[in-house]
């Protein structure tokens, strides 16, 4: 396991724990997006913390019953159930555990702000307690700027970062992630182009990756069909290894 999974001062007694007693439970990461697809962006990571013995889940606020996509299929039911068939095609493919599904509806999660009387929402109230569940390690998550600006994942970012702000921050304390695309960097494509970037003196973890880990995160975009054609699929991931990535996933710690 690597240091950037749990911090610097988790790394050395966490090793410890995994590699000294074979009966200690493995480490738990929890990325937890909005959309079937989300999770490309850190692929190599995800792929690399599993390769190192981590029991990663990804857990989506919605299925993408919105599309839009380049399928046929209609917005609703069939198309969520399609595109959770791609997300779990995209886990097998990294090497993770199953991915769970919230079930909140695709472009409605500014909804979630808060409930009605005031107290937490649903979406909120319900990662609280997955959190609780798993005592993961370290949660990757959207930054506050969601990527592109996107609301569903601003609003997973605010939500995901209160929880563990409350967490009493002993050394168990998850540790929470931001994928941070270095400025710069963005490759010359007109559709990322409003992506947004990050200071380099910001980003203080970096996930390197391997041939294979790579390989895999290939694999992960290819099952993502409704969501982009064959050519978009094949050429992501080669792209994000030569611009973004550059060998390895960046990161920003959500707190010092």
């Not at 700027?145 to 970062?161: E, F, K, N, P, Q």
Request: overall charge negative.
């Amino acid at each position: 396991m690597r240091c950037w999974l749990t911090g610097s001062a988790l790394c050395a007694s966490m090793l410890m724990s995994v590699v000294g007693n074979a009966q200690e439970k493995a480490p738990t990461m929890l990325a937890i997006f909005a959309h079937p697809d989300d999770e490309l962006v850190v692929a190599p990571a995800l792929a690399d913390a599993a390769a190192d013995g981590v029991e990663v889940t990804v857990i989506y606020a919605t299925s993408g019953d919105a599309g839009p996509g380049v399928s046929d299929y209609e917005k609703g039911p069939e198309l969520a159930a399609t595109r959770e068939a791609e997300a779990r095609c995209s886990s097998r493919a990294l090497g993770l555990k199953d991915p769970l599904f919230l079930g909140y509806g695709d472009g409605t999660l500014w909804q979630q702000a808060q409930s009605k009387e005031g107290a937490a929402s649903p979406l909120e109230t319900e990662l609280s307690a997955l959190i609780e569940s798993y005592r993961p390690a370290s949660i990757i998550t959207w930054g506050p700027d969601g990527g592109y600006g996107h609301a569903d994942h601003r609003m997973v970012s605010a939500l995901v970062t209160e929880i563990v702000q409350r967490t009493d921050h002993d050394p168990t304390a998850p540790l929470l992630l931001f994928p941070a695309i270095e400025n710069g960097t963005l490759p010359p494509v007109p559709e990322m182009q409003r992506w947004a970037t990050t200071d380099p003196k910001l980003i203080n973890a970096r996930a390197e990756y391997d041939d294979a880990e790579l390989a895999r995160a290939a694999e992960a975009a290819n099952c993502h069909a409704t969501q982009f054609d064959a050519a978009t699929r094949a050429a992501m991931v080669p792209l994000f290894d030569q611009s973004i990535w550059g060998g390895a996933v960046k990161f920003r710690r959500a707190f010092p």
